[in-house]
């Protein structure tokens, strides 16, 4: 299990998310709330876009944690961007702590990142990997799930280098999920998966909040919506804003004490920020 | 604040000190009970000692957490050594997580570390380097509060590079205590300084638990003594021997929850293991 | 294209091998002399038998260079080994550096490097793995073809767990080379594939040295058989010994400038190492 | 001896200078043509001002070679800007490769690097140390001549944290050179350093090409100033500009085979680009 978070809107200065608010993401880094584990120190990795480049996002990962990492710090002070992707990992039992395995996961334009895990994965992976293009079979270069599933997402799209709409975004994400919960059925997995994904091309963003076993809890997930993400004397807000938001923040867990700036998003849910800064937030139907 | 272990006896593997235990020190490195923070994911460092091929003993330390360390973990299923050093480290608010400042410290056959630290150590580091012969000037790598109390230390010897008896190492941990406390003085500094010191020049082992403020507790600090510490079905334990000792642990938390095996170093005294394994408890006098 | 060497005999200081002579490992990792690029700057690693403490190997792997990693430089001053192998990196194009790419691989008592390529790897990746047992397919944790051919190479051993005849180890590596070229063949893949591997289990070595394109000439290999290697006086020497040597050393390049320690493996041929230290070269029939 | 660039003009992307050249500063990490020894490949550091957002620049550094750095390579496809200093280096023998001896090195508003050594540094670091302010000794992280001459360097200006003329800046830098052969002539040192140092404060950027011994070459160091530097369809230019230019590249080595677009910086002269990106070339006087 992991903490991340999804920024959406207006450019936001990187170290307002990951450094500046009382429950920052590298504060999550040490000290997460919303899990029983507050330990995220397995590394880290953040994603951004700079359209005014190109499409493509920029990526940065390290294997150490981000509590300590100078080049991160610095590069948070720097760096503002429209969307931004950022991961803090707690490595699953048994799984190698390798810049390769370091969320998020990019591939052309797209960002993926996964707080969860994809119960008995080693008894899926081969069934998953043959279902892959070539290109996509050799692109994945680590062993975690998520990368995996990743994979399977960019194959459930026609032309992954294309421009998308949200709903066929939507469709691939569920079908994915619904993917992969049927090769565990197939594998006799009885474990529950727990599906926290986030994915972006840059215009469109989706995360979901999703275990397979109605019996347990999905990992935490809330957002925050409004004109302005701003810290300021110290102090981190949501600024109020109208129906077309100007910032959009998706996270594992509040970056603030402000209660009333956080919405959670329901168990078996998915939210999804459209290229306009739209908010839905709806079931995550056809997933089973 | 940071927590670490000291080994001296019959060579001992080190995985049976650094994985197998239930309180194992990397267990320590991201669930410490003895101290308020648990986490010391900031690096680590192991030093031993290889009789048989040289004096001088090996070093092996990385800013990576140790919990995450695949060549730790492997190098602690091969190394088996006399005398033992490790460390986990949590640094010190605006200390830099660099490899020079990974702990134990090595020079010629010295190795030493520090869990604590030295108030307004900024304060000091001017007239505390004024006071180092030109070579250890030079010696110094890095930033931390505890390489600069080693240079001291070894300023204190005649002859670093020569044979010590316990007595005089005793004595120059003492005064080198006792010197930083004299700067501490000189620069008015009214926070409480924590010297939990761990030396070794392979044959005798010296650890203080000391803090120079009496209002203050220093940092935890045990010892288990006997005839052999043996980790076997998953069970580890310290083996009861005779008066001679022959495996003697140094550690800032019990390894294990055999209580019976673990003794506390009371505040405001060293520990000493002779050459000969003779292990003596003393008040650190002469510090102030 | 990279360098190794593989030791095998009475033990022996790593030191020896990879730093003190002239034409060291470790020198090879910036001034290889007997390949047209001299750099083999991405990545090291070492592993190295201690078959008093178990027969699982020992590995330590880093993506920094070898010629500057003081951790390297303090272990091969401490570590003696009766059976050592150790690579320095050249990543072939396209190849991410990562730890878990790193030469030696290790699988139980198992340890494989190469040094080469195989020639269109990624048009027989897949046909690769589907040939392999689950648990060798879950096994493989990076992406060079190097460590995918080590696993063809367990997957062609009944019992990779149990003792090995080197006769059977011989048959096992010979068809794993007509495996990848029988691979090769059916992608219809034209360049050459340059096959210098090395494997032990501890007991026996074996290395080859082929490429499957008649016109092209394989990566350099050498040997040197005595009674012992020595480094006196920053002079290295293998010293003269008796048919059943005391001390193997096979090599991508000759360590030292004495001409008459080094033998050259012929093209095409394998050089193998038994328990007993007998050294046969031998033809790579049925290979192709 | 290393390599360096610094560019300054309208905003350039990173990859221009690193990347995409013939000779880019990645590809004289490896192959660097200038100095006889063509390997700079311990550890590599970016800086760059981003002035939309503060005066301060941000630093990107690294103990793994520039050439196989994923994370370099990534920003350097999405980081624009208008003043950037870049340095692969090649550590002076006996200088650890550690995160806080990477250039450039950065303090409060300035940038600071080095491409050469300083004589018998070991024998004037205390004197050195001696002459800093309480704050600049402390600011000190490692153990490089070079971090130590920007001390000097910041120890000359009168308020650091301050605007700076073009002169002023000039005459601190010429000021720390005469300084540092001080204090090697009264430590009696014979050998001689080389001085080629880049500084900026965002605003104006001065680089010398100085040895203090008239028998020996400093080494090289380029220049290139036009309208704009451009990589198109796999060849960079330097785009001919007027008199007031708009790029400016001062490097140890030329990035191109376009021999008109590259000038030397002549021996014992310092090339100065003003923040009106006025270009004067002049004698060092008063440094001896």
Same mark, same amino acid.
């Given at each position: 299990m992991c903490?991340?978070?999804v920024y959406k809107g207006c450019p936001v200065l990187m170290a307002d998310l990951l450094t500046r608010p009382n429950h920052s993401l590298i504060k999550q880094s040490y000290a997460a709330e919303w899990r029983s584990e507050p330990l995220n120190g397995d590394g880290f990795g953040v994603g951004w876009y700079a359209p005014e480049i190109d499409p493509v996002p920029c990526l940065f990962t390290s294997i150490t944690p981000a509590w300590s990492n100078q080049n991160l710090r610095h590069l948070a002070e720097k760096v503002l961007a429209p969307c931004l992707f950022a991961h803090v990992r707690a490595a699953s039992s048994g799984m190698l702590v390798s810049e390769v395995n370091c969320h998020p996961f990019q591939c052309g334009r797209w960002l993926w990142m996964h707080n969860g895990l994809i119960a008995g994965f080693n008894r899926?992976?081969?069934r998953l990997r043959e279902s892959l293009t070539?290109?996509?079979y050799n692109f994945v270069q680590?062993?975690?799930?998520? =990368?995996?599933?990743?994979? $399977?997402?960019? *194959?459930?799209? =026609?032309?992954?280098?294309?421009?998308?709409?949200?709903?066929?975004?939507?469709?691939?994400? $569920?079908?994915?999920?619904?993917?992969? *919960?049927?090769?565990?059925? =197939?594998?006799?997995?009885?474990e529950?998966?727990?599906?926290n994904f986030a994915v972006s091309d840059g215009e469109t963003v989706i995360a979901t909040r999703y275990v397979n076993d109605p019996a347990c809890r999905?990992?935490?997930?809330?957002?925050?919506?409004?004109?302005?993400? =701003?810290c300021r004397e110290g102090m981190c807000r949501m600024l109020p804003g109208a129906r077309h938001e100007h910032a959009v923040i998706v996270s594992s867990e509040p970056l603030t004490d402000v209660e009333e700036d956080w919405q959670v998003v329901p168990a078996g849910h998915l939210i999804e920020v459209t290229p306009e800064l739209e908010? *839905? $937030?709806?079931?995550?139907?056809?997933?089973?």
């Open positions: 903490r991340f978070l899926i992976r081969r070539d290109s996509l680590g062993t975690t799930d998520s =990368e995996h599933a990743f994979a $399977v997402f960019l *194959n459930q799209l =026609e032309d992954p280098a294309g421009a998308q709409t949200p709903d066929r975004l939507r469709r691939a994400l $569920v079908d994915t999920i619904a993917q992969l *919960n049927a090769w565990g059925r =197939e594998a006799d997995i009885r529950p998966s727990y599906y999905p990992a935490s997930l809330f957002f925050s919506a409004g004109a302005k993400f =701003e908010v *839905n $937030v709806t079931a995550l139907d056809g997933a089973t």
